[in-house]
């Protein structure tokens, strides 16, 4: 364990010493960009057309949009009330790597089941505006629940995760390490969110073709990369989500060591945004709980919201560990999307724990 620790704080040191250079090596220039009168952008996304409008950015669906009430700048989230992770000070956003568990049993074959099976979320849902699609895989149940999981929803910044193992698995085919390249943009894309870290990795593995080549070789087909540049404009279904982030937990894809980093990464997001699946956990969680996350969001230029959130709950008791994705779209503001998202979550925690929610008790 000493070893895997000093591999992780090795990876982060070279991160943080090698982002200027490989920014500058990228000839990335970070400025402000004057807002754009009218950009006429074609994506290939049916849902919706971005980037028109005193919004427009020159590269559009590269840049998540500042939500409303923040008045620090653009890509940052609300505030969030969800338990910050162990080994990480909230007020600070100082990190500590986090122990990873070794994974107690392979996922195997699922049974699919509803939702509603598991956690009481349709009468609650019907009140609500907006396309919701909601996936919760539990290994100890051999189970995986969905609502409209099948449904394809814009993924915005989650499928920063699918970036990230892309890359891995592509040094993996190589039988090489991460580059100090490659590390030093993976920590900012997951971490913070960091839009340029993950338009650079983006085109370096070669775009969404080369993203759906390695989604498809694990099985997740039916998520649709964009083609383009927009890798925010990706398209996923919630089961394939949960999927993914069950799969990395549970050590079904890419190697040990890469894994680790990974886990680790998704481990350390700052705490303005672990908002989202983290509610339901208690403000002092049982030693030993592990939390993993990757929330997205965009507002469209008709003023409706892409909001998502992702991740994994490995509870430090005897509880069962489960992947969950709450992914929406058409929303009339973030705000009323993250309760959504975190109203769902609480009955899916509290399900899994004996409780009643916060929302139910109402």
Request: proline share 7%; aromatic share 6%; net charge negative.
């Amino acid at each position: 364990m000493k070893a895997l620790l000093t591999f992780r704080i090795g990876l982060r040191a070279r991160a943080a010493n090698g982002l200027r250079a490989a920014l500058i090596a990228l000839g990335i220039i970070i400025a402000v960009v004057p807002a754009v009168a009218s950009v006429a952008t074609e994506v290939s996304d049916p849902v919706e057309v971005i980037g028109s409008g005193q919004d427009a950015w020159p590269t559009v669906l590269r840049l998540e949009q500042v939500y409303p009430q923040d008045s620090e700048g653009a890509g940052k989230g609300p505030i969030s009330t969800a338990t910050p992770i162990p080994g990480q000070t909230a007020a600070s956003g100082n990190v500590t790597p986090t122990a990873t568990p070794a994974p107690s049993a392979q996922l195997g074959a699922l049974a699919e089941r509803p939702l509603e099976d598991l956690a009481p979320v349709s009468e609650y849902l019907a009140t609500r505006a907006g396309s919701i699609g909601v996936a919760v895989v539990v290994p100890s149940q051999g189970a995986l629940y969905t609502l409209n999981g099948d449904e394809l929803f814009p993924t915005a910044s989650v499928v920063k995760v699918m970036i990230m193992a892309t890359v891995m698995d592509r040094a993996l085919q190589e039988g090489r390490d991460l580059t100090d390249r490659e590390i030093a943009l993976l920590e900012p894309m997951i971490t913070q969110s960091d839009n340029y870290a993950a338009s650079a990795l983006w085109d370096d593995v070669g775009g969404g073709p080369a993203v759906g080549a390695y989604l498809e070789s694990i099985g997740l087909s039916d998520t649709i990369p964009n083609p383009y540049d927009y890798w925010g404009a990706t398209r996923a279904p919630a089961r394939e989500v949960a999927l993914l982030f069950a799969r990395l937990e549970m050590g079904e894809m890419l190697d040990a060591q890469m894994r680790e980093y990974a886990l680790d990464l998704l481990s350390n997001v700052e705490p303005d945004q672990r908002w989202g699946v983290t509610a339901g956990i208690p403000d002092e969680p049982p030693p030993g709980t592990v939390v993993r996350i990757k929330d997205g969001w965009y507002e469209t230029q008709y003023g409706r919201w892409w909001v998502n959130s992702a991740g994994v709950l490995v509870p430090g008791d005897d509880h069962p560990a489960y992947a969950i994705a709450v992914l929406t779209k058409d929303q009339p503001g973030m705000a009323y999307a993250v309760e959504t998202i975190e109203a769902v979550a609480e009955r899916v925690h509290a399900a899994l724990h004996g409780q009643q929610s916060d929302h139910e008790a109402q």
